[in-house]
Nanobody, 123 residues
Framework: QVQLVESGGGLVQAGGSLRLSCAASGSISSINAMGWYRQAPGKQRELVASITSGGSTNYADSVKGRFTISRDNAKDTVYLQMNSLKPEDTAVYYC?????????????????WGQGTQVTVSS
Protein backbone atom coordinates (compact mmCIF):
# COMPACT_ATOMS: atom_id res chain seq x y z
CA GLN A 1 0.00 0.00 0.00
CA VAL A 2 1.13 3.54 -0.78
CA GLN A 3 0.18 6.62 1.22
CA LEU A 4 0.49 10.18 -0.08
CA VAL A 5 0.46 13.26 2.15
CA GLU A 6 0.14 16.68 0.52
CA SER A 7 0.93 20.12 1.89
CA GLY A 8 1.57 23.67 0.72
CA GLY A 9 -1.80 24.82 -0.55
CA GLY A 10 -3.31 28.13 0.43
CA LEU A 11 -4.52 31.54 -0.64
CA VAL A 12 -2.27 33.72 -2.78
CA GLN A 13 -2.64 36.83 -4.91
CA ALA A 14 -2.35 36.69 -8.69
CA GLY A 15 1.29 36.75 -9.70
CA GLY A 16 2.39 35.05 -6.51
CA SER A 17 3.95 31.65 -5.90
CA LEU A 18 3.29 28.46 -3.96
CA ARG A 19 5.15 25.19 -3.60
CA LEU A 20 3.17 22.00 -3.11
CA SER A 21 4.76 18.94 -1.51
CA CYS A 22 3.72 15.29 -1.66
CA ALA A 23 5.43 12.80 0.65
CA ALA A 24 5.07 9.13 -0.25
CA SER A 25 5.35 6.19 2.12
CA GLY A 26 4.60 2.48 2.19
CA SER A 27 5.31 0.06 -0.65
CA ILE A 28 6.73 2.63 -3.02
CA SER A 29 9.38 0.57 -4.79
CA SER A 30 7.01 -0.27 -7.64
CA ILE A 31 6.05 3.37 -8.29
CA ASN A 32 7.56 4.68 -11.51
CA ALA A 33 5.48 7.78 -12.18
CA MET A 34 4.14 10.62 -10.05
CA GLY A 35 2.11 13.64 -10.93
CA TRP A 36 -0.11 16.50 -9.90
CA TYR A 37 -3.71 16.82 -11.01
CA ARG A 38 -6.21 19.58 -10.31
CA GLN A 39 -9.97 19.91 -10.34
CA ALA A 40 -11.98 23.11 -10.28
CA PRO A 41 -15.71 23.13 -9.42
CA GLY A 42 -17.80 21.92 -12.36
CA LYS A 43 -14.75 20.84 -14.35
CA GLN A 44 -13.03 17.54 -15.02
CA ARG A 45 -9.85 16.59 -13.20
CA GLU A 46 -6.86 17.36 -15.39
CA LEU A 47 -3.20 16.46 -15.36
CA VAL A 48 -1.01 19.42 -14.45
CA ALA A 49 2.46 17.87 -14.42
CA SER A 50 4.07 14.44 -14.18
CA ILE A 51 7.52 12.97 -13.65
CA THR A 52 8.77 9.42 -14.21
CA SER A 53 11.41 7.46 -12.35
CA GLY A 54 13.69 8.20 -15.28
CA GLY A 55 13.23 11.93 -14.82
CA SER A 56 11.03 12.66 -17.84
CA THR A 57 8.50 15.44 -17.25
CA ASN A 58 5.29 16.55 -18.91
CA TYR A 59 3.18 19.67 -18.36
CA ALA A 60 -0.23 20.88 -19.33
CA ASP A 61 0.00 23.64 -21.92
CA SER A 62 -1.72 26.04 -19.52
CA VAL A 63 1.12 25.83 -16.98
CA LYS A 64 4.21 25.47 -19.17
CA GLY A 65 6.83 28.02 -18.24
CA ARG A 66 5.16 28.75 -14.89
CA PHE A 67 5.09 25.42 -13.01
CA THR A 68 7.95 23.01 -12.32
CA ILE A 69 7.68 19.46 -11.02
CA SER A 70 10.64 17.96 -9.19
CA ARG A 71 11.51 15.15 -6.80
CA ASP A 72 13.73 14.46 -3.82
CA ASN A 73 14.39 10.74 -3.78
CA ALA A 74 16.03 10.85 -0.35
CA LYS A 75 12.79 12.18 1.13
CA ASP A 76 10.43 10.22 -1.17
CA THR A 77 8.83 13.55 -1.97
CA VAL A 78 7.64 15.24 -5.15
CA TYR A 79 7.14 19.00 -5.44
CA LEU A 80 5.20 21.36 -7.64
CA GLN A 81 6.63 24.87 -7.77
CA MET A 82 3.93 27.24 -9.02
CA ASN A 83 4.95 30.72 -10.13
CA SER A 84 3.05 33.58 -11.76
CA LEU A 85 -0.20 32.18 -10.45
CA LYS A 86 -3.45 33.17 -12.15
CA PRO A 87 -7.04 33.07 -10.87
CA GLU A 88 -7.73 30.24 -13.32
CA ASP A 89 -5.23 28.10 -11.42
CA THR A 90 -7.68 27.97 -8.51
CA ALA A 91 -8.54 24.32 -7.86
CA VAL A 92 -8.04 21.39 -5.55
CA TYR A 93 -4.66 19.87 -6.37
CA TYR A 94 -4.14 16.12 -5.98
CA CYS A 95 -0.92 14.15 -5.82
CA UNK A 96 -0.88 10.88 -7.76
CA UNK A 97 1.50 7.92 -7.72
CA UNK A 98 1.30 5.14 -10.28
CA UNK A 99 2.92 1.96 -11.46
CA UNK A 100 2.83 2.02 -15.24
CA UNK A 101 3.71 -0.83 -17.59
CA UNK A 102 7.34 -0.47 -18.57
CA UNK A 103 6.86 -0.88 -22.31
CA UNK A 104 3.29 0.45 -22.41
CA UNK A 105 3.27 3.45 -20.05
CA UNK A 106 -0.35 4.32 -20.87
CA UNK A 107 -1.36 1.17 -18.96
CA UNK A 108 -1.71 1.84 -15.22
CA UNK A 109 -1.13 -1.22 -13.06
CA UNK A 110 -1.54 0.50 -9.67
CA UNK A 111 -2.76 3.97 -8.83
CA UNK A 112 -2.81 6.01 -5.59
CA TRP A 113 -4.15 9.45 -4.68
CA GLY A 114 -3.52 12.01 -1.98
CA GLN A 115 -6.31 13.78 -0.12
CA GLY A 116 -6.03 17.00 -2.11
CA THR A 117 -4.99 20.51 -1.13
CA GLN A 118 -6.85 23.71 -1.98
CA VAL A 119 -5.11 26.41 -4.01
CA THR A 120 -6.96 29.72 -4.32
CA VAL A 121 -5.60 32.60 -6.40
CA SER A 122 -7.24 35.99 -5.91
CA SER A 123 -7.31 38.84 -8.42
Amino acid sequence: QVQLVESGGGLVQAGGSLRLSCAASGSISSINAMGWYRQAPGKQRELVASITSGGSTNYADSVKGRFTISRDNAKDTVYLQMNSLKPEDTAVYYCNAAQRAALSPRIVLNNYWGQGTQVTVSS
